[in-house]
């Protein structure tokens, strides 16, 4: 039926592919009519994901005579969902799909990351010398390139390879347990000869998924398999991460690779557009790398790539890239840098502001810095504690102690964001 496929295909801008072909196109179309579509979900976790995150957008689905257009969802019957429990299972223990550029040959080497690159290429299954890899530092560095270029070294060897980020094991550990599954799950985990584990930070404060990925480790550790990690921060810096997970991270080697300089990023994006055939003028390549930061330099390249022929023209470069160009300038903004802001206004120091201090002239600037980020950046007050150490009712108050007498000195800092 094409208007629910092209709306399906439009919920990928939103929930990416994958969780569009796990959780909306495995819903089964059991009949239509002209203003009608009839679903049946199997089971009440997919049912929920619906309701939950598509549902909302269905108030404007128009059939072809505009008119409204209603779609039904059903669950699957208990024993025909009975039959077909284990063939959707299947459908969710995959790993993630790789990026066929993302190969070892096109990683770009520099002085700060040429140990983890030759560690990463020089790497022999079943020699145990560093296991687990521990590949950490700021997004937009590489960290994920060098994960897929060595799966695709070892798929080209036909090993097992297993490549998966944080989120997708978490997603993998709920269905398990949703379906009852955990053997299937652990079958899949663990029948591999190499573990390529993306993200690791995500898996703050989810514990069952930090409990799965705890035996998932000791068993793969035990059987010799390769096991590489990469996160935001060291093994030490992880934050809501159980110590035991942390110690197991510890036990092999941990590199942290460092943010690319301008020279670097500059080389990278030329090498990119010459190996795609795509024309950029030198001009159209400084605003690239004047206007976006390290990751989103990246996807504004990439936004070029599909939005033009060639990125000669700057002006036409502004007005392709004017929604990212929109985006990073809010980006830039962060909670740092606003703490930061903050420390330097009322002349005391970052440390200061997010340590114990209870003196007024620490306490005032940390709670003019927590409405600043509440106010501005959106951040819900448990992340706003997180940051500060504090638990949530303390930001709430301070929060709302400035917001009751706000000063013209919180009013310019206002403005200065």
């Not at 049946?40 to 072809?64: C, G, M, V, Y």
């Not at 208990?78 to 096109?106: G, H, Q, R, W």
């Not at 652990?186 to 573990?195: E, F, M, N, S, V």
């Amino acid at each position: 039926m094409q208007i629910w496929d092209d709306f399906v295909l439009e919920q990928e801008k939103t929930f990416g592919k994958k969780n569009v072909d796990e959780w909306l196109r495995t819903l089964k179309v059991v009949t239509f009519d002209a203003r009608n579509l009839y679903l049946e979900a199997s089971t009440t976790f997919q049912k929920n994901w619906f309701d939950e995150h598509i549902r909302p957008r269905l108030k404007d689905l128009k059939s072809p005579s505009s008119k409204p257009f209603i779609v039904h969802l059903n669950m699957l019957d208990k024993k025909a969902k009975s039959a077909k429990k284990s063939n959707f299972y299947e459908k969710v223990i995959e790993p993630d799909s790789l990026i066929s550029s993302s190969t070892l040959d096109l990683f770009h080497v520099t002085e700060k990351n040429e140990l983890a690159y030759k560690l990463i290429s020089n790497i022999q299954l079943g020699d145990d010398t560093f296991n687990p890899i521990f590949i950490s530092g700021p997004p937009g560095i590489g960290k994920t390139h060098l994960l897929m270029g060595c799966a695709h070294r070892f798929i080209q060897q036909k090993k097992r390879v297993f490549y998966v980020r944080a989120g997708t094991f978490t997603s993998h550990v709920i269905s398990a347990i949703q379906f009852g599954n955990m053997q299937n799950f652990r079958k899949a985990y663990r029948g591999i000869d190499i573990l390529l584990f993306d993200d690791a930070h995500v898996l703050a404060r989810k514990k069952a998924t930090q409990e799965e990925f705890f035996h998932t480790f000791n068993t793969l550790h035990t059987m010799g398999v390769q096991i590489i990690i990469a996160a935001n921060t060291p093994p030490k810096d992880l934050e809501y991460i159980e110590p035991r997970l942390i110690s197991r991270f510890e036990w092999g080697i941990s590199l942290t690779l460092d943010k690319y300089s301008r020279a670097d990023l500059e080389h990278i994006l030329k090498e990119k557009t010459e190996r795609l055939k795509f024309e950029i003028s030198q001009e159209s390549l400084t605003f690239l790398l004047d206007t976006f930061l390290e990751k989103s330099v990246f996807l504004a390249l990439d936004a070029l790539l599909l939005r033009l022929k060639s990125a000669s023209n700057l002006t036409e470069v502004k007005a392709s890239l004017s929604d990212l160009i929109e985006k990073e300038g809010k980006r830039q903004v962060t909670a740092d840098y606003i703490i930061k802001m903050v420390a330097s206004h009322y002349q005391v120091q970052t440390e200061d502001i997010l340590g114990k201090s209870q003196t007024r002239e620490m306490a005032y600037p940390r709670k003019v810095a927590m409405f600043l980020l509440r106010i501005h950046l959106k951040l819900p007050y448990l992340r706003i504690a997180e940051k500060f150490k504090r638990d949530h009712s303390t930001v709430m108050t301070a929060v709302k102690a400035i917001q009751k007498k706000p000063t013209d000195e919180v009013e310019k800092l206002l403005e200065r964001l």
